[in-house]
């Protein structure tokens, strides 16, 4: 199965504000209020996974977070899934991770096997358009589920699904941060009016924050890339800056709406004489005066096209 893992996003997560959003927006709210995002710190890497043999694409951050008046490291470990399908077998990749990361921490000496491993926060952002239907612990995989006895020597490792495709434009401008206005724009795909309005949400919450020139500059270089996904017929490279330069996107966008329209409605007029042209060749072929040769030249059809009209007459 190829992967489709999107190099912008996972820049976007190469920002703290970014990673924050994501937990304060879209985590149990019991994970974020731990939290102490002033420390976030990225630890990402790539890692060949003797496994699948594949170099997967993540972010790893360690954030301190504080319970019963323990001070405690956490890492928070981000999966990007960005596949045209869901991939069932994510529950064991997820548990192969996590070891290798986990292996990498000794090799590292960040800590020892005596010692101990940190605890971790696995997080899975899928922006498919199809409904995820993994299963979300490895060991809901084990079937038939194993007596009592067994149970306690199967694996358990369970992941945090944010599935952008899951939360309405409601939902998320209520959140109204950039991140949550990136996934508007994700969500309007191809509807242009939509597509239009999400982008404007998003410029005005990167206005709002208070570290905007960071995150114009990430997040426009993100939109350049997912209007060329979209094939946007818009003149990208003068756009360098979703806050100064939204009037000129907001003009672009409008004028690619309207070329999409004048096209939809030529498709509609050629699909219109097409069936007239149709329609008048049956009735031509109904008379039985003309060869198809002719009907064909009558009518502008192929003679493939009135030989199947024939056809089909004849049934």
């Given at each position: 199965m190829a992967n489709h893992h999107d190099s912008g996003y996972k820049e976007l997560f190469s920002y703290p504000e970014l990673v924050q959003q994501l937990i304060e927006g879209f985590a149990p709210p019991e994970?974020?209020?731990?939290?102490?995002?002033?420390?976030?710190?990225?630890?990402?890497?790539?890692?060949?996974?003797?496994?699948?043999?594949?170099?997967?694409?993540?972010?790893?951050?360690?954030?301190?977070?504080?319970?019963?008046?323990?001070?405690?490291?956490?890492f928070v470990y981000l999966l990007l899934e960005f596949q045209s399908t869901v991939d069932h077998r994510l529950p064991i990749r997820m548990l192969h991770y996590v070891a290798c990361f986990y292996d990498h921490l000794i090799k590292t000496k960040v800590t020892t096997a005596r010692k101990g491993m940190p605890p971790i926060f696995?997080?899975?952002l899928y922006n498919g358009s199809k409904r995820w239907t993994a299963r979300e612990d490895i060991y809901q995989m084990v079937?038939?589920?194993?007596?009592?006895?067994?149970?306690?020597?199967?694996?358990?490792l369970r992941y945090y699904l944010v599935d952008e495709s899951r939360f309405s434009d409601e939902e998320l401008a209520q959140r109204d941060t950039p991140l949550s206005g990136v996934f508007g724009v994700e969500n309007a795909s191809k509807d242009l009016q939509a597509l239009q309005m999400a982008v404007d949400r998003l410029v005005a919450s990167i206005q709002a924050h208070p570290e905007k020139a960071r995150l114009d500059k990430v997040?426009?270089?993100?939109?350049?890339r997912h209007l060329k996904r979209l094939e946007a017929d818009i003149e990208l490279d003068r756009i360098n800056s979703l806050v100064e330069d939204k009037a000129m996107l907001a003009e672009n966008l409008e004028t690619?709406?309207?070329?999409?329209?004048?096209?939809?409605?030529?498709?509609?007029r050629q699909e219109g004489r097409q069936e007239n042209a149709r329609e008048t060749a049956i009735n031509l072929l109904k008379l039985g005066v003309l060869t198809d040769e002719?009907?064909?030249?009558?009518?502008?059809?192929?003679?493939?096209?009135?030989?199947a009209l024939q056809s089909d007459q004849s049934h």
């Open positions: 994970v974020s209020a731990m939290m102490d995002f002033s420390t976030l710190k990225d630890h990402s890497g790539n890692y060949i996974t003797p496994l699948f043999n594949e170099k997967f694409e993540d972010k790893v951050w360690s954030v301190e977070v504080t319970w019963d008046g323990i001070r405690q490291q956490v696995p997080v899975v079937r038939p589920e194993p007596p009592g006895f067994l149970r306690v020597y199967q694996p358990h997040i426009t270089r993100w939109l350049k690619w709406a309207e070329k999409e329209r004048q096209k939809g409605r030529l498709e509609g002719q009907v064909a030249q009558s009518t502008g059809l192929s003679l493939a096209e009135v030989k």
